[in-house]
């Protein structure tokens, strides 16, 4: 985990056990990420011995850490100008990916893994707002059970 500190960046081990832990990629994250890792190769051969390798996915122009305001402020921000979306905090995507899951039927307690939660509590508390929908899904299915559908 990476920390702020007034002598500047340094890496924390997790809070909790549970922030440890692997996540499964789609498809399409698979191919950004092999596209993006090539583009760092690239940026790494450019700059030389000025690049400080620490093994970071989203490292800054030299390979240290990314300022965290400048990933939110500025790049999160021309993402979503170029897509013509509503200015959200960084934070908020993990939000919108957990409601959409939740939305679209995934198990609550695969979506509270992926985002770490101690206790799939946490995620319904949270989540809550997503529940009419899927209780009103879940009345349409029963229908259809009750009247022989399958």
Same mark, same amino acid.
């Given at each position: ?69 400048? +990933?939110?402020?500025? #790049?999160? @921000?021309?993402? %979503? $100008?170029?897509? /013509? ?5 960084? *934070? ?22 992926? +985002?770490?939660?101690? #206790?799939? @509590?946490?995620? %319904? $508390?949270?989540? /809550? ?5 899927? *209780? ?15």
């Amino acid at each position: 985990m990476l920390s702020w500190t007034k002598e500047g960046p340094i890496f924390t081990a997790p809070k909790t056990k549970k922030s440890r832990r692997n996540v499964e990629l789609t498809k399409s994250a698979i191919a950004h990420f092999r596209r993006h890792r090539t583009r760092q190769r690239e940026q790494r051969l450019a700059v030389g011995d000025s690049w400080q390798d620490l093994d970071l996915v989203f490292p800054n122009e030299i390979g240290r850490p990314m300022d965290g305001t400048n +990933l939110s402020e500025r #790049d999160l @921000r021309r993402v %979503l $100008d170029r897509g /013509s979306l509503p200015r959200i905090r960084f *934070h908020d995507l993990r939000h919108t990916a957990a409601t959409i899951l939740l939305g679209r039927g995934v198990h609550p307690k695969i979506v509270s893994e992926m +985002l770490g939660h101690a #206790d799939v @509590r946490v995620t %319904l $508390d949270l989540y /809550s707002h997503v529940t009419p929908t899927m *209780h009103r899904e879940a009345a349409v299915v029963f229908d259809k059970v009750l009247e022989g559908e399958r």
